[in-house]
Each structure stands twice: as C-alpha cells, then as structure tokens.
T-cell receptor, first 112, second 113 residues
Framework: EAGVAQSPRYKIIEKRQSVAFWCNPI?????LYWYQQILGQGPKLLIQ????????DSQLPKDRFSAERLKGVDSTLKIQPAKLEDSAVYLC??????????FGSGTRLTVV | DAKTTQPPSMDCAEGRAANLPCNHS???????VYWYRQIHSQGPQYIIH???NNETNEMASLIITEDRKSSTLILPHATLRDTAVYYC??????????????FGKGTLLTVNP
C-alpha cells in the first residue's frame, strides 16, 4: 500500500511569514496526527484528527498554528506568522485501528 | 509526557545482538509498548509492539518483564544500517481514535564495524 505522503519536503521562510504543509494519509485511515520534531528531540504531538473532527489539539499553539482535515482525508497544517523556534521537522502519521501507525517522511522547516 | 525512560546512547558491534532497555514503571494494565526507530532525515519506522507477552517479528524481538515495568528490544544481528534513534513508547488513550503515541528522547544506537 502507498505510504503517508507529505509535501513539501523542505521549506525555508523568513520569520513572520506564513507556511503550509500538506499530508495525504494512507487510504482508509481515519485517524491522522501531526507531530513537531525539533532537532535532537523526539516528535511532539500537535494535533490529532478522527475523520474531519479534532480529537486532541491541547499541544497546538493556537495563536499561530492551525490545522484542518476537510472531508476526512487530506490535512493541512499552517503556521502564521512563523517564529525562529518553529524550525523543525513536521511529521504526519495515520492509523486505521489505533494499533498500527504509519509516519510520513516529514517536512523540514527552516525559519530564518 | 512520555511514560518511558531510555539510555541516551548505546554502541553495538556489527553482527552482535543489540539489546535496548526501556523503563515504563507507570504503565497501566491495558497500555501497549511500541518500538519505533528513526534513521536520519526519515520518519519514524515501526518495529514491534506488545502488551504482556514476548513478541518476535522479522526485525526484532520484544521482551516485556512479568510486572510490565520494563522491556528490552533485541536486534539479533545488528548491521550498520541499524544505526538510528530507537524510541520506546507507551501508547496512551481511552480507546479507538483516542489512542496516541507520545515519544520520549529515545536511544541513539550506533553500530560499529
């Protein structure tokens, strides 16, 4: 089966600009996760969707981050405005049953 | 917060078994232990998971102590390509779509020639 697709692979922006990341989960996977991984740390969960509804967004900095999952398939994570500390790899993962979790390759964001 | 504790780094000789320990003393009775690894510039890759019984697949073996407070991931014949950060994770949540993986800092395993 096809894996979790993410784009772009790399992105460089200036601080205060906006940026968006896209994720296409494995077909049929109802649960989708966005993680932020800062260099040298483990991934940190930002938001979790079940179909097109939010299950958990307690770790999402809502003053600048937003995410949506229209029609319960693709998802977009947006940062506006970006700060230097947002430089990280943004990972998307999906699951169909709460037992198997598949991760994408991530988007590496550099804020300068 | 992650419910696991792992050593920050370990070394292993190529061809030897790599034994990666993990403490999860606050694990609840229905919480699974998962292991993932992450090779530089890639997303985390699933290795194995278990609840209370020992598990084995084509990649590794997972040994969980009887009290479930710790576990060990065993790579039977480590190769240079096994050099990666290995994450031990306790899956938390109340069921179904509520489950989530909370990562700690992991163990950097370096396999030496």
């Amino acid at each position: 089966e096809a894996g979790v697709a993410q784009s772009p692979r790399y992105k460089i922006i200036e601080k205060r600009q906006s940026v968006a990341f896209w994720c296409n989960p494995i077909s049929g996977h109802a649960t989708l996760y966005w993680y932020q991984q800062i260099l040298g740390q483990g991934p940190k969960l930002l938001i979790q969707f079940q179909n097109n509804g939010v299950v958990d967004d307690s770790q999402l900095p809502k003053d600048r981050f937003s995410a949506e999952r229209l029609k319960g398939v693709d998802s977009t994570l947006k940062i506006q405005p970006a700060k230097l500390e947002d430089s990280a790899v943004y990972l998307c993962a999906s699951s169909s049953d709460g037992y198997g979790y598949t991760f994408g390759s991530g988007t590496r964001l550099t804020v300068v | 917060d992650a419910k696991t504790t792992q050593p920050p780094s370990m070394d292993c000789a190529e061809g030897r078994a790599a034994n990666l320990p993990c403490n999860h003393s606050t694990i609840s009775g229905n919480e699974y232990v998962y292991w993932y690894r992450q090779i530089h510039s890639q997303g985390p890759q699933y290795i194995i998971h278990g609840l209370k019984n020992n598990e084995t697949n084509e990649m590794a073996s997972l040994i969980i102590t009887e009290d479930r407070k710790s576990s060990t991931l065993i790579l039977p014949h480590a190769t240079l390509r096994d050099t990666a950060v290995y994450y031990c994770i306790v899956r938390v949540g109340s069921g179904g779509s509520n489950y989530k993986l909370t990562f700690g800092k992991g163990t950097l395993l370096t396999v030496n020639p």
